[in-house]
């Protein structure tokens, strides 16, 4: 973790803990009021479970809190934050049975969900110790801290054990900037993809409100070239030789492709998750996705073209209108946030180079839902769909029937209709409704990748038997360790992974907020696992940090590491015209849940997208993109 989080996050954990403070002390019942933002900011008063809050899911929702993937966009949003609430049990499933009372009343204190003021302070105290360490490497000089001779230097680097990363999401990322894992391991990452990329802005890219390398970073600048990079796809997993199978490939006029296997002392899997189509006939063949910046400058492409192709003089109004009718499929965070960004930029850009062509256009938001933004209360829906309304007008049809004033728009939210096919050029509906359009877009879920079903097996039953509420993600223990792997060298994190209580929302701040965790405690621990009888214990720690004494104090154990525990700092989603939502939750209580709407929610949204941004080089880029498209619009040129 670098000083550029010091400013955003710890202010947010200082609010966080004044508010936890305030509602533990108030009465039952008692809403803590911001009257002067009554209409942006308010703290929810009802005493009513979030929806997806795992302790209270139905038996019929998923591991990850999804009622029906197929009608969701939980996992596929790119955004920062969309999240669930804190874990809220112990993990007794976690605790071996065949240990003894004094180990299993220890273990059941030790993986106890820390107390909320007490994690806060942990966090800060860690956000703080990272960032005076950053400061102090940058004002020290390389020749004080490095080996004092080649030979050593050399000894130094065989004495390293290898750690293997997969992936470079998220999770990596978030790792290979702790500088004490680096100091300590000699570190490979094995991606097709050899750069980060934000996925929040995804949905900005394929509109042009943001250019691609504005929202990508070389993975070698993230980890400070401290770390090794090879450009390949990890094909299979040994745990027997403890080697992961690559095959590299680097394209320029024609494609090299080279296969070769990387040997590990500790693994990390860290390979996210790809779009799931669920199955449905013509999705893959026909829609466009958005998890890759591939994605989004070819949707940028395919926009522009077809407004080029209505602006042929020789068509009729039919087909002026097919051209330029564009469907998104999922009206969750990916599909709003894209949906709105598009909007802005008929609304904006549009009239300015083609306004013979508006009353063309149409934009057909489809959900299998009743209504949008699953992850969100249901007042900050309502409001999403009321801006919509508000906005564009817009007709919502619900079982086919139009609900609410049916007017002229260029935006349709088609809600309760599942899509059953897509072909080249219409999309059929579940109540038989055909629709017809040019580009579509799939934001419907995700799914595991091949190397993450191929890990699964390597692990054996163990792991196999998880499988019921992993649904294909590697299931791993409060230490992040996967479950199956003979000597603990097996971690998975991000998308690609689910804690054996509950699965965490798949969303970037979980896999931040793992890969941090993982870090330190790889960095912290001597990695030997340790067991009474036949049972796995918790790692123990070489070394503490302050945040490590913090934690210690709500365990009560100064030698066992502290397990992992999500700290759920909100959802955001953008809604066009400079407004955005944002629930954020202070404390674990019902009634400390800020919320914002507006222009106040659009201001949160940008600068938590800005603050966690790779580097300064990306939020100086996010800030021209941003004030450029403000004073001279999207930039339409078609270039590739």
């Known amino acids: 973790m670098t000083t550029r989080r010091l400013p955003s996050l710890f202010l947010l954990l200082a609010a966080a803990l004044v508010f936890d403070v305030a509602t533990a002390f108030a009465p039952t019942g008692t809403t803590i009021a ?102 102090m490497s940058m004002l020290l000089p390389d020749k004080l801290t490095s080996p004092t001779s080649t030979a050593d230097a050399s000894d130094k680097a065989k004495e390293k054990k290898k750690l ?23 570190v490979t990452i094995i991606s097709p993809r050899n750069h980060f990329v934000y996925t929040p802005m995804l949905a900005s890219s394929a509109v042009g409100t943001v250019e691609p390398r504005s929202i990508s970073e070389p993975i070698r600048a993230i980890s400070r070239n401290k770390a090794t990079y090879l450009e390949a796809s990890a094909l299979s997993f040994d745990q027997e030789f403890k080697k992961i199978s690559c095959e590299g490939m680097v394209c320029d006029e024609e494609c090299i492709m080279n296969d070769f296997d990387v040997q590990y002392d500790t693994l ?78 008929v609304e904006q850009d549009v009239p300015k180079y083609w306004p ?45 029937q139009v609900d609410g004033q049916s007017q002229r728009s260029f935006v349709e939210l088609i809600l309760n209709q599942r899509v059953n096919e897509v072909t080249e050029d219409t999309i059929t509906l579940s109540n038989g409704r055909e629709i017809s359009y040019s580009v579509a877009t799939w934001a419907g879920g995700i799914g595991s990748l091949p190397i993450t079903l191929d890990i699964i097996n390597g692990l054996g039953d163990q792991q196999k038997d998880c499988q019921g509420i992993a649904k294909g993600k590697i299931v791993v223990d409060p230490y992040l360790r996967a479950i199956g792997a003979h000597d603990s060298s097996v971690f998975a994190i991000g998308d690609c992974a689910c804690v054996k209580t509950s699965c965490l929302p798949s969303n970037a701040q979980v896999a931040s907020q793992e890969g941090e965790y993982l870090a330190h405690l790889l960095a912290s621990s001597d990695l030997e696992p340790s067991f009474e009888g036949d049972s796995l214990l918790p790692p123990s720690l070489s070394r503490r940090s302050l945040a490590d004494a913090v934690a210690s104090l709500a365990t009560g154990d100064w030698e066992y590491a502290y397990p992992f525990q999500f700290l759920d700092l909100g959802i955001l989603a953008y809604t066009g015209k400079s407004s955005a939502l944002a629930q954020v939750k202070a404390a674990p209580a019902e009634n400390a849940k800020m919320k914002l709407r507006g222009n106040i929610g659009f201001a949160v949204w940008r600068s938590v997208y800005m603050a966690k941004s790779p580097s300064m080089r990306n939020r100086m880029l996010l800030a021209f993109d941003w004030a450029k498209a403000k004073l001279f619009g999207r930039d339409i040129t078609l270039i590739d």
């Open 34 to 135: 911001a009257k002067d933002l009554r209409r942006h900011l308010y703290i929810d008063p009802e005493n009513r479970s979030s929806p997806l809050e795992p302790s209270k899911s139905p038996k019929t929702k998923s591991g990850n809190g999804r009622e029906n993937e197929k009608a969701k966009d939980t996992g596929a949003h790119p955004g920062f934050v969309q999240g669930l609430t804190d874990k809220a049990e112990t993990c007794t499933s976690c605790i071996p049975e065949n240990v003894s009372a004094k180990t299993k009343k220890r273990l059941e204190r030790l993986l106890s969900p820390r107390p909320h003021p007490v994690f806060l302070l942990e966090k800060s105290t860690k956000i703080a110790e990272d960032s005076l360490g950053g400061v």
């Open 164 to 186: 293997v990363i997969l992936g470079s999401g998220w999770g990596c990322a978030a790792m290979v900037q702790d500088r004490d894992l680096t100091e300590k391991f000699d």
């Open 268 to 345: 990390v899997a860290a390979v996210g998750a790809q779009t799931n189509t669920f199955g449905i006939k013509g999705v893959a063949e026909h829609c466009e996705f958005l998890k890759e910046i591939e994605h989004a400058r070819v949707i940028r492409k395919k926009l522009l073209n077809c407004f080029e192709r209505a602006n042929f003089p020789n068509l009729s109004d039919e087909e002026r209108r097919k051209l330029l009718t564009f469907a998104i499929i999922g009206a969750g965070p990916t599909g709003i946030e894209f949906a709105s960004e598009l909007a802005d930029f």
């Open 356 to 400: 013979h062509l508006l009353s063309f256009v149409s934009i057909k938001l489809i959900d299998a839902n009743p209504t949008v933004l699953q992850p969100f209360d249901k007042d900050l829906q309502d409001a999403a769909i009321e801006a919509l309304q508000h906005r564009f007008t817009t007709p919502v049809i619900k079982d086919g």
